[in-house]
């Protein structure tokens, strides 16, 4: 009988250390968070981002630059996934599996600038509906220089 | 000849109704007037909206209040038009600017607007003694108090702002002034992003979220504001994020959980204010270049805390520093250090600070004294100013709990001699 035990434990143990993790994209509370890289209040839902750490830590974000900037400057090893608000359905896209859309005029919280889409085909809908702005790529973001725009 | 008397009575009504509904109607009366004109309101309600596109002067009385469902007054590509002592009662926004120069906005009130005032690519626009009282509600819910974008040369005075996202929201705008405005309980009270040549003086900003959010700005002048209660989780007085070239002087930090927070600040100085019973005084990270000196630190549970580069900390004075000055200069023979290994623990936990004066941890941070003198670190002040203990604080007496205290008092001596 205790070999019979000692065996379903080790078992149920090796399940759970095989299964694959998974980081799913947690609730924001407007009441209390606030953005981990500019501090500000996240008031506007439709442009936050967070970060699912491997240890099960998130960190959200009031928009994509700040997002992006916790990566460029902490690097992506401790991260499960990271998370942003698709432009058009407001729901959470992995950011990787994004296609993005820089135009000055685009009002986002920090004012970067930059909106995200969960296809490449809604993101030249959008560029063709509003005439203006440019087409960017999940790469494109680390080397996309934020913050500096006027608008 | 009866139906001709009903007629002439219909008709007679009908003509005062027109002439009362022409007096109501604003927008005609300010099409019809001249370039230049000034026109005097009645004490009573106007509705809107009103579009203003030409130089007009509106000036109402105590009770003169604009009504709509959407917008106040808009004023759209127009110099010299002067707003001076309005009431507004609009769901959206009472003012809106466009392209606007040389205009006034005066001893407005606005209540319960979803938003007060909004400008776009405005110039020389004086904003004075306006009231702005939001809806209650979460900030998240609501705009700001006043918002002014893509614009230059604005000034700000003697505005009360309360219960708005933003007390004031300034993007991208140069040159402006902002002084004696009273905001409070809002999200940030002055909220200033990529925007140059700023002046906030003698300001009273309180229980925010965020005091003064100053984000991507090149030259700023904080003196003489009262930052105050900024004390709920994740509240700040002070904030500065990626900013050049500030002067933060002569103001008061009092009573909030982190009173200063600098982010990637670059050549800026903070000197001569009052850091007052805060959690944390200045907590800085990539802030290098910001020189901190002359200041007082008083009943603050940790002085400074910051990354590995820390700040220039110099000549300030501390209350719990214990050094001495056989020399007589006024200045501590022993350097000051800023960091606590219990106060960095306790800004991560707060429940710590119920150990704060206990032995063992009294007996640690005379440990990180002792360590710290032996080794250069950040945030060490090695001319600290000897604390004067003399430093006043405003005293405001309140009547009625003086009145309460008395009475508790009386209540205590009688009871106790009828007792004894």
């Not at chain 2, 994020?241 to 909030?256: I, P, W």
């Amino acid at each position: 009988m205790k070999n019979k035990i000692l065996a379903l434990v080790t078992l149920a143990i090796v399940l759970v250390g095989c299964s694959e993790q998974s980081y799913e994209p947690k609730e924001i509370n407007p009441e209390t968070a606030i953005c981990k890289i500019c501090n500000m209040s996240i008031t506007e839902m439709d442009f936050a981002g967070q970060i699912i750490f491997k240890n099960g830590d998130h960190d959200v974000y009031d928009d994509l630059g700040c997002l992006v900037e916790y990566i460029l400057e902490s690097g992506e090893d401790k991260i499960g996934a990271a998370y942003i608000k698709d432009a058009q359905d407001h729901t959470w896209i992995d950011v990787k599996e994004a296609t993005y859309v820089y135009a000055s005029d685009i009002w986002t919280p920090m004012n970067y600038g930059v909106l995200a889409f969960a296809s490449k085909e809604q993101a030249n809908q959008y560029l063709a509906d509003q005439g203006t702005g440019k087409l960017l790529a999940y790469e494109d973001l680390l080397t996309f220089e934020w913050g500096i725009h006027t608008h | 000849m009866k139906r001709f008397l009903y007629l002439s009575c219909f008709l007679l009504f009908l003509g005062f109704g027109q002439t009362a509904f022409a007096s109501n109607d604003l927008q005609s009366l300010i099409d019809e007037s001249p370039a230049g004109a000034t026109i005097y309101l009645e004490n009573k309600s106007y509705d809107g909206p009103i579009m203003i596109t030409k130089p007009i002067t509106l000036i109402g009385k105590e009770k003169t209040s604009i009504q709509s469902e959407s917008i106040g007054v808009q004023v759209v590509e127009a110099a010299n038009v002067h707003l001076q002592s309005l009431q507004f009662d609009v769901l959206k926004t009472a003012i809106e600017l466009k392209n606007v120069k040389k205009s006034t906005i005066t001893n407005v009130a606005i209540d319960n607007s979803n938003e007060g005032i909004r400008m776009f690519n405005a110039e020389n626009i004086h904003v004075n003694g306006i009231m702005i009282k939001g809806k209650s509600g979460h900030f998240a819910t609501k705009k700001n108090g006043i918002g002014v974008y893509d614009s230059r040369d604005i000034e700000i005075t003697g505005t009360n702002i309360e219960n708005v996202q933003d007390g004031l929201y300034i993007e991208n705008t140069m040159d402006i002034f902002a002084q004696k405005n009273i905001i409070k309980s809002g999200r940030y009270g002055i909220h200033l992003m990529y925007s140059d040549d700023i002046t906030l003086t003698e300001n009273e900003i309180s229980k925010n979220v965020t005091g003064l959010m100053v984000m991507m700005v090149d030259g700023i002048t904080i003196t003489h504001n009262q930052i105050q209660k900024q004390n709920e989780l994740n509240s700040n007085g002070l904030f500065l994020y990626d900013v050049k070239n500030a002067t933060v002087a002569k103001n008061e930090l009092a009573e909030n959980t982190v009173a200063s927070i600098l982010q990637n600040v670059q050549i800026s100085k903070i000197t001569n204010n009052l850091f007052c019973i805060n959690g944390t005084a200045i907590q800085a990270t990539k802030a290098s270049e910001v020189v901190v000196t002359n200041n007082t630190f008083m009943g603050n549970i940790l002085t400074a805390r910051s990354d590995s580069t820390g700040f220039h900390l110099t000549g300030n004075s501390y209350d719990d520093y214990d050094g001495k000055d056989y020399d007589g200069d006024g200045i501590g023979d022993t350097p000051y250090t800023a960091v606590k290994s219990f106060g960095q623990w306790m800004v991560r936990k707060p429940v710590y600070q119920y150990f704060i004066e206990s032995p063992s941890v009294v007996m640690l941070n005379l440990m990180d004294q002792q360590g710290n003198n032996s080794a250069p670190v950040v945030l060490v002040d090695t001319k600290p100013k000897l604390f004067q203990s003399s430093i006043k604080l405003k005293f405001k007496l309140h009547v009625p709990q003086l009145i309460l205290g008395l009475i508790c008092l009386i209540f205590i001596v009688v009871v106790g001699r009828k007792l004894s």
